[in-house]
């Protein structure tokens, strides 16, 4: 299978998810009785296609779409359990910080919290993860950062013989396939669906102006820490510079410019359930409002379909299989058929490969409720194991950050095309390090520590850990599809300590960085958070343990 994932990561070019359709998964030796119960008939499928891809997210869109292209005689469905990204708040840069919060805790967000830990005195933190076509992508930063060189050239050693290819060398010219960029084109593509540049290019608006605060970020440090300045991050990570974009004159471009592309966007929210490709025609299904409840496994565990529940208003089951008025024909996979609204699950048979895109949390999820996973928690939850496999949902890890914030006076905004966080630095605050181990954001608001709505005029400086050490999981709360999954971070809570002890010097590096910033800029200004008063290495240590947060970008399960 890892043979076969390696070819298709070569066709299509962009995308991360987990294959499981491509061969028989093994199995454990199991008693006849549990045979018995678990060999049934084939069941009546609705429909039939050749890839599925669950989750319409920053990896979902590229992959199906990739599919689409390179399998044009071929049949694929991607399928989203929320809906349409086609709101303003989603859609604009401008005042990122006051619109994001509308998306956070709506229907287009999975409302998930991590469990609550003695290690951040208590606190649950709160995950928002992408119920909408674009996934996360609808509604981070838009900070469109690569991976540094050092860490794929590791990642293609450690995974040996065979691998070559996934270094940074091999990585390049699907990096560069991704975006059209203006920047130099040894590095940058100029025909991908991702429209990125430079906060600072001519391509937003106010002329590309940065902040005059993201300015000043950017000469202190060069000036008063010595952080060599970097024009061009894809080029290589270290130093401080200005952030590339994935948006253009002030308007977000999020994943779905993948299904754009294809011509399979769907609009409209819920009045439009779905989308069928033009380029190529029929290739690539799009269904909104579809939640996959667990894969199908034939008798020789070989994934062949999944059991979908389908999330449609009740003004749009129609008693006939249209769509705006248009009728199916035999040949088109709808999620509409003639069904009783009050039975809304869907048998999507696959012939080919299903594709779990759906995130570090909600894919091991779904393998966990078919039966794929460590058997003792699976056993707990009253889930028949198909597959004993400990690494599902395991391995967990996110990057965290501390906020420290200061005030300056007022008459200063955001400008108007601005994601807020402008700017990034990345150094070694430990000689050992083989390569920078904290990165700081430069936020142009004032925000409170613990939340994202700007309380004021100013600047935020967010020193994160890079590469975290702290473990956690994602499990299953019970066997209920609609049962929020048990997220365990464990943040800090790594055995040598290392998580805390790096975000305390991080802290201690940005206060450094504040400081001149301020003397560089005319009116002044004062650091609001932690304060003065948080001095010692005790005082730093309680507010770490306050204020750290998720940079929401979990992985590894």
């Known amino acids: 299978m890892m043979r076969r994932a390696i070819l298709a990561s070569r066709i299509l070019g962009a995308g991360v998810g987990i294959t499981v359709a491509t061969t028989s998964i093994?199995?454990?030796?199991?008693?006849?009785?549990?045979?018995?119960?678990?060999?049934?008939?084939?069941p009546k499928w609705d429909c039939e296609v050749d890839f599925l891809v669950v989750g319409a997210g920053s990896a979902g869109c590229a992959v199906s779409a990739r599919l689409a292209q390179s399998f044009p005689a071929k049949k694929t469905l991607l399928l989203e359990a929320g809906d349409t990204d086609d709101l303003p708040e989603i859609q604009t840069a401008v005042d990122y910080f006051g619109k994001v919060g509308n998306i956070f805790g709506s229907d287009r967000d999975h409302q998930y919290y991590a469990q609550g830990q003695d290690e951040l005195n208590g606190r649950a933190l709160y995950w928002p993860r992408?119920?909408?076509?674009?996934?996360?992508?609808?509604?981070?930063?838009?900070?469109?950062?690569?991976?540094?060189?050092?860490?794929?050239?590791?990642?293609?050693?450690?995974?040996?013989?065979?691998?070559?290819?996934?270094?940074?060398?091999?990585?390049?010219?699907y990096f560069k396939r991704v975006e059209t960029h203006p920047g130099d084109p040894v590095v940058h593509g100029k025909t991908g669906p991702i429209t990125v540049a430079p906060l600072n290019h001519s391509s937003h608006c106010e002329g590309g102006a940065v902040h005059f605060v993201t300015e000043a970020f950017c000469s202190a440090a060069n000036q008063a820490l010595g952080i060599p300045l970097n024009t061009d991050f894809a080029k290589g990570t270290e130093g401080v510079g200005v952030n590339d974009v994935n948006a253009c004159a002030g308007q977000r471009c999020n994943a779905a410019a993948y299904l754009k592309e294809v011509g399979a966007y769907p609009t409209g929210g819920s009045s439009k359930l779905s989308a069928v490709s033009t380029n190529p025609p029929g290739a690539l299904h799009v269904w909104l409002g579809s939640k996959v409840e667990r894969i199908l496994f034939d008798d020789n565990n070989k994934a062949v379909g999944v059991v979908i529940k389908l999330n449609i208003p009740s003004e749009d089951r129609d008693e006939e299989t249209t769509d705006k008025g248009r009728t199916f024909d035999d040949n088109e996979i709808s999620p509409r058929r003639k069904r009783d609204p009050s039975k809304m699950k869907v048998r999507v048979k696959v012939k080919k490969e299903i594709v779990l895109s759906c995130g570090a949390v909600d894919s091991p999820r779904l393998l966990l409720l078919s039966g794929i996973g460590p058997r003792e928690q699976l056993e707990d939850v009253g889930i028949d194991v198909r597959v004993d496999l400990p690494g599902v949902g395991q391995n967990l890890k996110d990057h965290l950050h501390i906020p420290i914030c200061y005030r300056i006076p007022s008459g200063v905004k955001p400008h108007s095309h601005s994601n807020i966080c402008e700017g990034s630095l990345f150094t070694r605050l430990n000689e050992s390090a083989r390569s920078p181990d904290i990165q700081l954001h430069c936020g142009t608001i004032f925000f409170e520590p613990d939340g994202f709505s700007p309380l004021g005029e100013g600047f935020t400086l967010t020193p994160s850990l890079i590469y975290p050490k702290s473990v956690g999981s994602v499990e299953l709360e019970s066997d209920d599809p609609e049962d929020k999954p048990i997220i365990n971070a464990n943040y800090l809570t790594d055995p040598a300590d290392e998580d805390f002890k790096q975000l305390v010097k991080g802290v201690r590096f940005a206060r450094k960085l504040g400081q001149a910033m301020l003397a560089q800029l005319p009116s002044g200004g004062k650091e609001a958070f932690p304060g003065p008063d948080v001095s010692t290495e005790e005082d730093i240590g309680d507010y770490v343990r306050k204020y750290v947060g998720t940079m929401y970008h979990p992985m590894g399960t």
């Open 130 to 173: 992408g119920r909408l076509v674009g996934g996360c992508s609808s509604f981070n930063t838009m900070v469109f950062m690569r991976p540094p060189k050092v860490d794929l050239d590791a990642w293609a050693r450690g995974l040996g013989k065979g691998f070559e290819e996934f270094n940074w060398q091999g990585l390049l010219p």
């Open 26 to 42: 093994g199995s454990p030796a199991e008693s006849e009785e549990r045979k018995r119960r678990r060999t049934t008939r084939e």
